[in-house]
Nanobody
């Protein structure tokens, strides 16, 4: 089973930027969509952004659209989440997940949590006001 590892989180001020990374260490993930999700204590993990297997399709939650950008580097088996204009409400643990479906293009319907697996330990993002 593939293992994903998230990194790049930290403590920043409102308006700052962060770039999160997601790396796969056990097998090639280039044929699968990747998603970023986030979770705060007491709440369900929520969708943030997803990128299709080829990198040509992307999808974002309304709350981050225009501020966050998801990308992937298939040559290095990795994905990224560039987060700009951060807000205190972006504070959460961020996770990347691997799509269960082979070669799925995103942007054609809702992104569902249970379509993703192979979660890493997450990376904490804290945005102070």
């Amino acid at each position: 089973q593939v293992q994903l590892e998230e990194s790049g989180g930290g403590l920043v001020e409102a308006g700052d930027s962060l770039r999160l990374s997601c790396a796969a260490s056990t097998r090639n993930i280039n044929s699968y969509a990747l998603g970023w999700f986030r979770q705060v204590p007491g709440k369900e993990r929520e969708f943030v952004a997803a990128i299709g297997w080829s990198g040509e399709s992307t999808q974002y939650a309304d709350s981050v659209k225009g501020r966050f950008t998801i990308s992937r580097d298939n040559a290095n088996n990795a994905a990224y989440l560039q987060m700009n204009s951060l807000k205190p409400e972006d504070t959460a643990v961020y996770y990347c997940g691997l799509d269960r479906h082979f070669r799925r293009t995103v942007g054609r319907g809702p992104i569902r949590l249970y379509d993703f697996s192979s979660w890493g330990q997450g990376t904490q993002v804290t945005v102070s006001s």
